[in-house]
């Protein structure tokens, strides 16, 4: 009996295994590979996301520019695309002329950028220099109706230890053996919704810091300082300046003039100023705000053909900050997106399901443009209203962790789309790919399709100097992208999706997530960290 039980087990198991056999089309996989590593177009793409158009702050002349860029260029190789508006997100910011220079001691350029959502000085300006640190509100009611005109020094000068690590790095066997491992449990909460007293998700560090910003912003408006200068994050030194933006409050006015300075240029003033030796700097900033406060997404589509009706997506945010020219941040995403276009079409390869593109905007604000597309199309997170289209979505795929290469997939949590992955990326072994890995990554677009139940990945890819050099910085330009690593993604990007169209069946999804409390706009980040 004890036998029979167990041959019958044993049955069932290949049962399962082999009716969950994932169709691999190794002869198109082939394909594929000749085409985005002997005949690649990704790095042009990227040339002019960059160089001719970036950066591309949300709703700025460049990002419209690259918009248009990419439909002309979709279009081009037969592939319907178009500009789908959504909104309002708000007036887009854009500069056109920055100068820094110390003028006295000794004449000196700084290097730095103005902060997004800042005004301009309105032809060149200087003042006196004065130091004063605003980071809580103690300071806030020091400084009140002293800082007018003045020029500011927000912050003491900054350590720069020295660094023997290398700035790039690629996944090493370990970090990714941790990847594959789930993460440690953590028990819920009893009290709260969320795991901050503010009770609603959002950890009690972020609301408090959130809420000070806003304070902040109120006093530089009330104060209007000539400039604020801060002295770059924690990462920048060697003349790299990582900076974003300035509180953005599309029902107010841009900040008064904020600039990030190397910190070696800013720590230079400040001990200037230490030592009571007369100190003059000039600041001359050119900022424009664009009258069109409606965003749009670019959305291209070849159709398939026996499942027409039913769509998988690739995406990525076309969107930047504005200190480089977007490049790995995410000018290498969007090109990897739009050469997969391009092979797919090129190829001309049989497609069941409609294989759809989506370039958003708003990502740096919050995922703005991507939760808008699935708010339109697929369903409100905040009711779990959903709509009809949300059944037809087998899946979407996200790059947007710089311009490394692919070794591997966040899961999310679904643990039924293990074995899916795990075929499809097998014959990518020898690129580097061998991780699989059951944990969310957050940061970024794919989250607001899981938000509405949807199965939405962002790939593992090689840090290479993101964080250390290039993401959200000055150095975020053309000569920081891998191009060898945007080829390897664009090939298993275009397999991954050739096979999502041509899949048998829809990909497994998770159970519906609970509705979602309303969110602000901007840097409210209860369901993710500040976005990639
Ligand atoms: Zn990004």
Redesign the pocket.
């Known amino acids: 009996m004890k036998h029979a039980v167990r041959f019958l087990s044993t049955v069932v198991l290949c049962a399962l295994t082999a009716t969950a056999e994932e169709r691999v089309d190794l002869d198109t996989i082939h394909r594929i590979k000749t085409e985005a590593l002997e005949n690649s177009k990704v790095m042009e793409h990227l040339f002019y996301l960059t160089d001719v158009y970036g950066p591309r702050v949300t709703n700025s002349p460049g990002f419209f520019a690259a918009a248009d860029w990419v439909v002309k260029q979709l279009g081009e190789w037969g592939i319907p695309a178009r500009l789908e508006k959504w909104g309002p997100y708000g007036h887009g910011w854009s500069y056109t002329h920055f100068s820094a220079n110390l003028i006295e001691p000794e004449y000196a350029p700084l290097i730095g950028f103005p902060l997004a959502f800042t005004n301009g000085t309105n032809g060149p300006v200087t003042g006196e220099l004065v130091m004063a640190t605003l980071a809580n509100e103690k300071d806030l009611e020091n400084w009140k109706g002293k800082l007018r005109g003045k020029i500011v020094l927000d912050g003491s000068a900054r350590e720069l230890p020295l660094s023997l690590q290398p700035l790039a790095r690629r996944y090493t066997d370990s970090d990714l053996g941790t990847l594959l491992l789930a993460p440690q449990p953590v028990p819920p909460r009893p009290n709260a919704q969320g795991n901050g007293p503010a009770g609603n998700g959002q950890p009690a560090n972020a609301a408090a810091n959130r809420r000070f910003q806003d304070q902040l912003a109120a006093f530089l408006r009330e104060e209007a300082p000539a400039v604020v200068v801060r002295g770059g994050s924690g990462r920048s030194d060697d003349g790299t300046v990582f900076g974003q933006g300035g509180q953005r409050d599309p029902k107010q006015a841009p900040l008064p003039p904020m600039v990030v300075l190397t910190p070696e240029h800013y720590n230079r003033l400040v001990r200037l100023v230490d030592h009571n030796i007369p100190v003059k700097v000039e600041f001359d900033i050119e900022t424009h705000i664009d009258d069109r406060t409606d965003s749009v997404n670019v959305i291209g589509q070849i159709d398939g053909g026996r499942k027409k009706d039913e769509v998988v997506m690739i995406g990525a945010?076309l969107d930047s900050w504005q200190g480089g020219t977007g490049a790995t941040?995410?000018a290498a995403g969007s090109a990897v997106m739009i050469e997969a276009m391009r092979i797919l079409k090129t190829l001309n390869l049989k497609l069941d399901r409609s294989v759809r593109i989506g370039l958003w905007s708003g990502?740096?604000e919050g995922l703005l443009g991507s939760r808008a597309y699935v708010k339109e199309h697929f369903g409100d997170r905040e009711t779990m209203k959903l709509g009809a289209e949300q059944a037809k979505l087998s899946g979407y795929f996200n790059v947007?962790n710089g311009s490394g290469r692919i070794r591997g997939v966040y899961l999310q949590g679904n643990d039924m789309m293990r074995p899916v992955f795990d075929a499809w990326l097998k014959p990518f072994a020898d690129m580097g790919v061998s991780t699989i890995s059951i944990r969310n990554t957050t940061g970024?677009d794919h989250l607001s399709f899981n938000e509405v139940g949807l199965p939405g990945f962002q790939f593992i890819q090689d840090p290479l100097e993101y964080d250390s050099l290039t993401h959200h910085s000055n150095m975020d330009v053309y000569d920081h992208v891998q191009g060898g690593d945007l080829m390897q993604a664009a090939a298993i990007v275009t397999s991954v999706i050739y096979h999502a169209a041509n899949r048998e069946e829809m990909l497994p999804r998770p159970p519906l997530p609970k509705p979602q409390p309303p969110q602000r706009d901007g840097t409210d980040n209860r369901s993710n960290p500040p976005?990639?």
């Open positions: 945010h941040d995410n990502e740096e947007d970024t976005s990639n």
